[in-house]
């Protein structure tokens, strides 16, 4: 089961990445269409107007779906910032209990958000809701991978949760170290 789950935490972490990569090309061909458009008001007086309809939109769109895709990853690799300042000077036990509540609390809150997000999905659907820009795209779109970053960010705080319930430390911790072989 655990290669099944690190390929999909590692499947989303290169979507993410993917994203990134469109938003970067997205903006970049912006730039170029903007400096010939610059150039061609130095050469003849007059701008031709170039631009790619909804780019601001897409690229917001793009960092949504590459923000949530990247959680669950993040997660895993310890990427997440955590304050530790009062965690770090507890006893062992104590330290394994804040850790188990912490996790709980962001799984259950991940749990609602994921719910949540899945409903207004459908309901874009049912209702068939566009975004307002130059190029109308239909909200599920966009909405489809911020759903399915929170489901895998669920699925990744469950999996930490009951590893920890097994004894395990916390992946962005130990990488598998069990606590109850010590």
Known sequence: MRPVLDFIYRA????AALF?????ALVFAQVCLNLADKIAVALTGTGVGLTIPSYADF???FL???TFLALAYALRAGGHIRVTLVTNRLPPAAHRAAELG???LA??????????MGLLLLESLEFGDRSAGMVSVPLWLPQ???????????LALADELI?????????WEGKGENLLSE
Not at 12 to 15: E, K, Q, R, S
Not at 163 to 171: K, Q, V, W, Y
């Open 12 to 15: 989303a972490g290169g979507l």
């Open 20 to 24: 990134i990569v469109a938003i970067v």
């Open 59 to 61: 690229t917001g769109f």
């Open 64 to 66: 949504a779906a590459s």
């Open 102 to 104: 912490v996790i709980l």
């Open 107 to 116: 799984l259950a809150m991940s749990g609602f958000a994921t719910w949540y």
């Open 144 to 154: 489809a991978p911020v759903a399915l970053g929170l489901a895998i960010l669920t």
């Open 163 to 171: 590893s920890m319930l097994r004894g395990a430390l916390p992946s």
